[in-house]
């Protein structure tokens, strides 16, 4: 029975070994690994640019008049709540928290492998420390088990 030496391990779901990266989801061998590295997944800001949009132009039919207020009536919308003033406020609202989601959105950073069968983001987090050790340990198997 061969013993393995343990280069690193979070306690849950990466360990690396001598010859191993396991994650949660996968074994490699390290010498089916070719390549890795880190890689900064940016978040997505679509849904909050739409957001932002959306209230903006709420925002500016209560200023400006464009849909008229027969829509609003087809809508089944009480004209009460179809005021310049209610527009107004609403589409700011919607749009700061477009703003906000845009803003909040952390990065992400990936350590990501590349095997026989591709590239691949094993290791998924918000602390880029995490992925530096992960990606450390993985170097230095590397480098003892094929003297790289």
């Known amino acids: 029975m061969e013993h393995k030496k343990y280069l690193y391990t979070d306690g849950r779901d990466v360990v690396v070994t001598q010859s191993t990266f ?4 996968a074994l490699y061998s390290l010498k089916g690994i070719t390549d890795f590295g880190l890689a ?28 008229p207020f027969s829509f609003f009536e087809f809508l089944k919308i009480p004209r009460e709540y ?7 406020l609403v589409g700011a609202g919607i749009a700061c928290i477009g703003i906000a989601l845009m803003l909040l ?3 992400r950073y990936a350590l990501r492998i590349e095997t026989a069968e591709g590239k691949k983001n094993v290791v998924v987090s918000r602390s880029k420390e995490y992925v530096d050790q992960i990606q ?3 170097r230095k198997a590397k480098h003892s088990a094929f003297g790289h």
């Open 82 to 88: 179809a005021t310049s003033n209610i527009q107004i």
């Open 22 to 25: 396991q994650t949660k989801k």
């Open 105 to 107: 959105l952390p990065k």
């Open 40 to 67: 900064v997944l940016k978040p997505k800001r679509l849904p909050g640019l739409i957001l932002f949009l959306f209230g903006l132009t709420i925002a500016a039919n209560g200023y400006f008049y464009f849909i």
């Open 136 to 138: 450390t340990a993985l």
